[in-house]
């Protein structure tokens, strides 16, 4: 079990003071703009909830459940099922970059919501309840984690984040290899000079759209 030393946790005590206040201004933000989200959808004829429930793997493996905008049709899980089964080659594509190009489960609006990453705001209710950070290795779903091999301990060491420095260097433009390095290297890393940096990429990947999918 790895010892953490004063200064690291003096940076961990700083980084949770940081995501509470975060947290709490991004909520104020998250309440109108869901308002509005939900009148968007209904002028659409979308009468379904806004938001997206999923599970993922918090720190120590801990199973938590992080919440986004819906970005695809409301029955996606089963679509996306059904489809993996009847195309094997794409399902190994799919597990190697949990990805699928021109992704036909997305809506108009929802297209809209990730490429500005709109569609992460509402995990800002995680990071207040403690499930997430601000800054961290992103969440991953319980079965892709045994990617990371004999490194898996490692990555769920830490709390996931909204943001961190695979997220904010290129997202869905890097392989799922390098993803695993970056998020490593992070948390190898972590310091209060990485996050402000990290902070101030991901403003800029956000306004120059750059890898969001």
Known sequence: MKVLTIQRKCYFF???IFDIICSIVGIIVLIPLSIIIKIIFLCTGDFNSI???QKRLGKNGKIIKIFKFRTMV???????????KENPEKRKEYLKDRKI????RITKIGNFLRISSIDEMPQFI???????????PRPVVPDEVNNYGK????????RPGLTGYWASNGRNNISYKER????LYYIDHCSILLDLQIIFDTFFAVIKKEGAK
Request: charged share 35%; proline share 5%.
């Open 14 to 16: 700083i980084k949770r």
């Open 51 to 53: 938001f997206y429930c």
């Open 74 to 84: 409301p029955n996606a899980d089963k679509i996306l099922e059904k489809w993996l």
């Open 101 to 104: 190009d021109n992704d036909p």
């Open 126 to 136: 995680n990071i207040l309840t403690g499930d997430m950070s601000l800054i961290g």
């Open 151 to 158: 490194k898996k301990d490692k990555f769920l060491s830490m």
């Open 180 to 183: 695993m390095k970056m998020e």
